[in-house]
């Protein structure tokens, strides 16, 4: 693997500007990862996204409100001349696309900001930067470094990119703030209207659901974690975030519907760092339980699968797996 930085990557994506490229992100895309994969399609003429599987109920929201649209392609793009790999560094995250990076012939390009991790293979070039908060951020100085113009709709897309994986701005740098500011100045608008437009208060109904599903949840201290997990009756995205935001270390929540189960996992930011824990890989290595596929963030990630009679086991199977690292991680440190 080629590990570069933001004038060689922008240099890669100007001599790809007219061939056939493909864009995708890791398993269960977020608002910034798909943010940035549009942006980048504006640059690479030729090119498209193509998501391993699915995407966040919050993403796929945004999109429709800015008019994109939330359908992408869902095979794999065998003929492309350029794979470009947007907020994910490794193929394993990528699920369903793992085999068919792992087999492709010409180069890939990686933007990423999470921990780097190494790929074996010279046709990799891989511009990973952990000093920026989101891939989104990333994006943004390469569209800078390549003069591109943006649309208003175009900036508040990046902004809302660069807020989603903020955390609540808690792994926030100077330069987030800045890159924020010049997007609101571009698109005429500020953080609070931002926030009105597209993070209105769901329904009373909705906030009783997740209070309920709270309510009802098991809750236990492992290994200096305290966990919240159980049955959400609709959104177990929502009702795993909420779980975090009134003071769990991880949540686990799944949901169910006529095909199988939906399975969101959180874990408290910092946490991913302090004890080399990844959600993503940990839900990928799980998935098979539910006869899935699984993936995502170190502090984020979901899974999917038929089988809904191992939901149960598939979460106390998380649950057991991260208090096993959290284990780990503090024998390792005692040596």
């Given at each position: 693997?080629?590990?570069?930085?933001?004038?060689e990557?922008?240099?890669?994506?100007a001599?790809?500007?007219?061939k056939k490229?493909?864009?995708?992100?890791?398993s269960i895309?977020d608002?910034?990862?798909?943010?940035?994969a549009?942006?980048l399609?504006k640059?690479?003429?030729?090119?498209m996204?193509?998501a391993p599987d699915?995407?966040?109920?919050?993403?796929?929201?945004t999109l429709?409100?800015l008019g994109?649209?939330?359908?992408f392609?869902?095979s794999f793009i065998?003929?492309?001349?350029?794979?470009l790999?947007v907020d994910?560094?490794n193929?394993e995250?990528?699920?369903?696309?793992e085999?068919?990076l792992?087999?492709?012939k010409?180069d890939i390009?990686?933007?990423?900001?999470h921990?780097?991790?190494e790929i074996p293979?010279?046709?990799?070039?891989s511009?990973?930067?952990?000093s920026?908060?989101?891939?989104s951020s990333m994006?943004?100085?390469?569209v800078?470094?390549?003069e591109?113009?943006i649309?208003?709709?175009?900036?508040?897309l990046?902004?809302l990119?660069?807020?989603s994986?903020?955390?609540?701005?808690k792994n926030a740098?100077?330069?987030?703030?800045?890159?924020?500011?010049?997007?609101f100045?571009?698109?005429?608008?500020?953080?609070?209207?931002?926030?009105e437009e597209?993070y209105?208060?769901?329904?009373?109904?909705?906030?009783?659901?997740i209070i309920?599903?709270?309510c009802?949840?098991?809750s236990?201290?492992?290994?200096?974690l305290?966990?919240v997990?159980?049955h959400?009756?609709?959104?177990a995205?929502?009702v795993?975030?909420?779980a975090i935001?009134i003071g769990?270390d991880?949540s686990?929540?799944?949901?169910?519907n006529e095909?199988?189960i939906?399975v969101?996992?959180?874990l408290r930011?910092t946490l991913?760092e302090?004890?080399?824990l990844?959600l993503?890989?940990?839900m990928?290595?799980c998935?098979n339980i539910i006869g899935?596929?699984?993936?995502?963030h170190?502090c984020?990630?979901g899974a999917?699968g038929?089988s809904?009679?191992n939901?149960e086991?598939f979460?106390?199977?998380?649950?057991?797996?991260i208090s096993?690292?959290?284990?780990?991680?503090?024998a390792k440190?005692?040596?």
């Amino acid at each position: 693997m080629n590990s570069i930085g933001l004038k060689e990557a922008a240099s890669i994506l100007a001599s790809a500007a007219d061939k056939k490229v493909l864009i995708t992100f890791h398993s269960i895309g977020d608002t910034d990862s798909v943010a940035s994969a549009i942006i980048l399609s504006k640059i690479l003429k030729n090119s498209m996204i193509a998501a391993p599987d699915s995407i966040t109920r919050n993403a796929a929201n945004t999109l429709e409100k800015l008019g994109y649209g939330s359908k992408f392609e869902k095979s794999f793009i065998g003929d492309a001349k350029l794979v470009l790999l947007v907020d994910v560094n490794n193929f394993e995250g990528c699920g369903p696309f793992e085999g068919s990076l792992k087999e492709f012939k010409h180069d890939i390009l990686i933007i990423d900001h999470h921990a780097r991790s190494e790929i074996p293979n010279k046709s990799v070039f891989s511009f990973n930067d952990e000093s920026y908060n989101s891939t989104s951020s990333m994006v943004y100085e390469i569209v800078k470094e390549m003069e591109v113009e943006i649309s208003i709709r175009e900036s508040k897309l990046l902004a809302l990119g660069i807020i989603s994986d903020s955390a609540g701005f808690k792994n926030a740098s100077y330069q987030t703030f800045y890159q924020l500011a010049e997007l609101f100045q571009q698109a005429g608008t500020s953080y609070i209207d931002l926030q009105e437009e597209f993070y209105k208060e769901p329904n009373p109904e909705h906030r009783l659901g997740i209070i309920s599903d709270l309510c009802h949840s098991k809750s236990q201290v492992l290994k200096e974690l305290l966990f919240v997990y159980g049955h959400a009756h609709e959104h177990a995205s929502d009702v795993a975030d909420a779980a975090i935001n009134i003071g769990a270390d991880a949540s686990i929540f799944y949901s169910e519907n006529e095909s199988g189960i939906a399975v969101s996992s959180r874990l408290r930011p910092t946490l991913d760092e302090k004890y080399s824990l990844h959600l993503g890989i940990i839900m990928k290595e799980c998935a098979n339980i539910i006869g899935g596929t699984g993936g995502g963030h170190p502090c984020a990630a979901g899974a999917y699968g038929p089988s809904k009679e191992n939901a149960e086991k598939f979460v106390m199977e998380l649950v057991k797996r991260i208090s096993n690292r959290v284990s780990e991680s503090n024998a390792k440190a005692v040596k």
